[in-house]
């Protein structure tokens, strides 16, 4: 099916040349205080709409994520049809793959999933400086680049050698601080794709899940 092909290549992780944010931001940057003072939730129940885009192919699906951030998450994609997908997890870089629909023929799909996800939602510089760049500033740490712009001075975007993340559109809404956009794309392998997310919701989890739901038995 073209979703298990969808599947398997948004999970290749790979960097673009082109620039990590297509749409500029005309503003000046604000104080570099406002870095610190910008905190993404570490316990969140998360959905997104994804579209996917490889050259004439085009496919969506819902994806539904429970991040412990900075060492687990869990997640699972439903098609448009509402047929579940996959389910899988990560807990300090262990995979556990929990369900995998008939239609996807490959286990190393769901490796390749969590992948990508590591790294569009947990991977953060660990508290390196800031330096003034050229409209915002920015930190490299373990080979990726980390950009913050605008008057806010969020995360604009990531890039490592071979992937790049843009966030947009960051606000508080329903209480939890996140992207309502993020544009990824990727050079890796045979051909160029990109991955669009957009916020359909968005909770604070009371507490952190327990290993146990990130390495069912």
């Known amino acids: 099916m073209r979703l298990a092909l969808l599947v398997a290549l948004v999970a290749l992780v790979g960097c673009s040349s082109a620039p990590p944010c297509d749409e500029p931001l ?85 490796d390749l999933i969590v992948a990508a996800a590591e790294k569009i939602f947990l991977l953060r510089p660990g508290g390196r400086e800031a330096r003034r760049a050229a409209r915002g500033y920015e930190a490299s740490e373990r080979g990726v680049r980390y950009f913050w712009a605008g008057r806010e001075l969020h995360l604009r975007w990531l890039q490592g050698e071979k992937f790049s993340a843009c966030f947009m559109d960051w606000s508080t809404e329903s209480g939890v601080y996140a992207p309502r956009r993020i544009h990824f794309r990727s050079e890796e392998g045979p051909y160029p794709y990109e991955l669009r997310m957009k916020l359909v919701d968005a909770k604070l989890l009371a507490a952190p899940a327990p290993d146990s739901l990130f390495a069912p038995e």
Request: hydrophobic residues 40%; glycine residues 8%.
């Open 26 to 110: 005309d503003e000046p940057p604000g104080d570099i205080a406002l870095i610190g003072s910008h905190v993404e939730p570490a316990n969140v129940k998360l959905v997104h709409y994804v579209s996917f885009d490889m050259g004439p192919v085009h496919e969506t699906l819902t994806g539904y994520m429970i991040l412990r951030a900075p060492d687990a998450l869990r997640i699972y994609g439903m098609s448009e049809t509402g047929q579940k997908a996959f389910e899988v997890s990560s807990l300090r870089g262990k995979v556990v793959r929990i369900y995998r629909a008939p239609f996807m023929k490959d286990d190393r799909i769901l």
